[in-house]
């Protein structure tokens, strides 16, 4: 069985401070993660994902995300806040293959301020 | 690369009538679509998993005969709401795999009278 729990529901920094969206998952097998953003009322975009490749890895925007497995965890991180990041954050698990239903996380909402 | 359109991107339509929104892979094919629904503030429900030439897979709870699904070809799925009621009124967003990755539209959002 798989999980994810986004550990914070919202989240509020302020322009130009780093960003830290936090993500723990349960998987019985090596887990495949994408984090997405959701501008309001859009669909999903995919920032990035780990796919038992590098666990450090870089997204669009200047996001990342490291995949630690002793911690089980995937959070998502960027070094500066825009005001353009202001949106939903999903962070998101999979199953074993490609064509496996994936499970969301609750999400986070990323507020920024001026 | 990767683009999921969905059409149309919002629509109303009146108690009683059916609705059908469309999902399209431009540029890329895709045996499999799924098909999610998001209430406000709330993350996506995935709905069904439809594939390419065959019956959709649904989520328990969620009515087939409600929420039909066609995927007649490798570029599209369309999901019909039939006999839509204001408890339908939603996002409803599908998203296709390419490279081991779901790639999502921009979600229609319907809302019923």
């Known amino acids: 069985a798989q999980s994810v729990t986004q550990l914070d529901s919202h989240v509020s920094v302020s322009e130009g401070t780093p960003v830290l969206l936090r993500c723990n998952y349960s998987s019985s097998y090596s887990p495949s993660l994408f984090w997405y953003v959701q501008h309001p009322n859009k669909g999903l975009q995919l920032l990035l994902k780990?796919?038992?490749?590098?666990?450090l890895v870089k997204g669009i925007n200047g996001f990342e995300a490291e995949f630690k497995k002793s911690e089980t965890s995937f959070h998502l991180t960027k070094p500066s806040a825009h005001m353009s990041d202001a949106a939903e954050y999903f962070c998101?698990?999979?199953?074993?293959?490609?064509?496996?239903?994936?499970?969301f996380g609750s999400g986070t909402r990323l507020s920024i301020r001026p | 690369g990767a683009v999921v359109s969905q059409h149309p991107s919002w629509v109303i339509c009146k108690s009683g009538t059916s609705v059908k929104i469309e999902c399209r892979s431009l540029?890329?094919?895709?045996?499999?679509m799924f098909w999610y629904r998001q209430f406000p503030k709330q993350s996506l429900m995935l709905m069904a998993t439809s594939n390419e030439g065959s019956k959709a897979t649904y989520e328990q709870g969620v009515e087939k005969d409600k929420f039909l699904i066609n995927h007649a070809s490798l570029t599209l799925s369309t999901l019909t709401v039939t006999s839509a009621h204001p408890e339908d009124s939603s996002f409803y967003i599908c998203s296709a795999i390419l490279a081991d990755t779901q790639y999502f539209g921009p979600g229609t959002r319907l809302t019923v009278l």
């Open positions: 780990y796919t038992s490749a590098a666990t």
């Open positions: 998101v698990v999979r199953g074993y293959s490609s064509a496996s239903k994936i499970i």
């Open positions: 540029d890329f094919q895709a045996t499999t």
